[in-house]
């Protein structure tokens, strides 16, 4: 398939694959599940991952200086943002990102904002550190009082998801400056998980947090990967980056981080940040339709169910099913029932019972058939 028009492979194409969200459940099941698109990878990744195994090139990963230059040409094009590469940490995946540098740097307690994210809480209990959960607003904003008060109660790290998941949300410049005005305030650290930006919707605006000037430079951490935008997950690389003043801060990282991230992922990311936009402007646009798609087939199929934000970025909906009369667990039901498998709702924050996050990077026809199925047994 050409890199000019992406479109979601054949349901028997698909269940061919070998990822967990293939192999997770039954055949009878359609996996709206995890992060990982139903879209065929770009052709010069595919070129690079052949050429690797061609030359036997699958030792392990030693320098990989094509990386640093390959992101910061993407960032000044794709935001207008230089940013300095000094101090830059290959890792395996955000997730061991995160947790090594939470772990190097004794973080005791975290704020996360939920709903958000069910990685996020899965990694801290990695750790022994209190999760602090200062929710979104009604209006899915940040709780600017909230956060203060945390921050001033010792809470010395904050995990920012932008672009959020699950709701799909980019966070604008004056909300994300507050939150690195209040964090320097109190010498707290934002780990900024960047990892959907690539996937921003034309028409809006996203703004990396390191790009916000000296309050972020000072209190900013960015980890990200193309694991998410190019659909790279199981290769296996990602990236932490921080400017001078959180230089000390990685010089804790365990060497070993570097070297538990494949070669296969690392060289991947730096060909997909130099070659791979063409394919990632035409998925966007598939993503687009597809949202739109889900859109208009909830309100004919299930009017009841509410999308909580339209998404800005991102393959990921956060949807309200407490109308639907499902029960208790609702995310069981769906999956017990019409066998259809999404998020849970808890798994993204203890309050969230009634919602489920619906990955829809995929057909219009496997939309279509998950929300029938649902319906059925509404």
């Not at 099941?29 to 879209?39: G, K, N, R, S, T």
């Not at 809480?121 to 990695?126: D, I, M, P, R």
């Not at 022994?128 to 010792?154: N, Q, R, Y």
């Not at 029932?337 to 995929?362: E, L, M, Q, S, W």
Request: overall charge negative.
């Amino acid at each position: 398939m050409s890199d000019n028009r992406i479109g979601a492979e054949p349901l028997d194409v698909l269940r061919g694959r070998h990822s967990a969200k293939w192999r997770l459940y039954p055949d009878d099941v359609i996996p709206l599940f995890v992060a990982e698109m139903d879209y065929p990878i770009a052709e010069p990744l595919k070129r690079t991952l052949t050429d690797f195994v061609n030359s036997n090139d699958l030792g392990y990963l030693g320098a990989i200086p094509e990386i640093a230059p390959a992101f910061t040409s993407f960032a000044e094009q794709r935001w207008g943002w230089t940013p300095d590469t000094s101090h830059m940490r290959v890792a395996a995946d955000v997730g061991v990102a995160t947790v090594e540098y939470l772990r190097a740097n004794k973080a005791e307690s975290v704020i996360v904002t939920s709903p958000v994210y069910s990685g996020f809480w899965s990694w801290l209990k990695e750790l022994d550190v209190d999760i602090v959960d200062v929710p979104l607003t009604d209006s899915f904003d940040m709780d600017f009082a909230g956060i203060e008060k945390a921050f001033a109660g010792g809470v010395k790290h904050f995990l920012l998801c932008n672009p959020h998941n699950p709701l799909g949300k980019v966070f604008g410049r004056a909300e994300l400056l507050a939150l690195a005005e209040l964090a320097d305030k109190f010498g707290a650290t934002v780990i900024a998980d960047e990892i959907h930006a690539p996937l921003t919707f034309p028409g809006t605006e996203f703004v990396p947090y390191l790009s916000l000037g000296p309050a972020a430079e000072r209190t900013g951490v960015l980890v990200t990967s193309t694991s998410k935008s190019w659909n790279l997950a199981g290769l296996k690389a990602a990236f932490l980056l921080a400017y001078e003043d959180k230089a000390a801060t990685f010089d804790k990282l365990p060497a070993s981080m570097h070297y538990r991230a494949s070669i296969l992922g690392a060289f991947s990311m730096a060909t997909a940040y130099t070659e791979g936009v063409p394919w990632l402007d035409s998925t966007i646009d598939t993503i687009i339709e597809a949202r739109d798609h889900l859109e208009t087939e909830l309100a004919r199929v299930l009017p009841d169910a509410k999308i909580e934000w339209v998404p800005d970025a991102g393959y990921l909906a956060w949807i309200d099913v407490s109308a639907l009369g499902l029960g208790e667990n609702p995310h069981e039901r769906i999956l017990a029932d019409a066998k259809v498998a999404f998020v849970a709702g808890t798994n993204c924050g203890p309050d969230y019972v009634n919602h489920v996050r619906i990955n829809f990077a995929t057909s219009h026809d496997i939309i279509t058939e998950a929300l029938e199925r649902i319906a059925a047994i509404v």
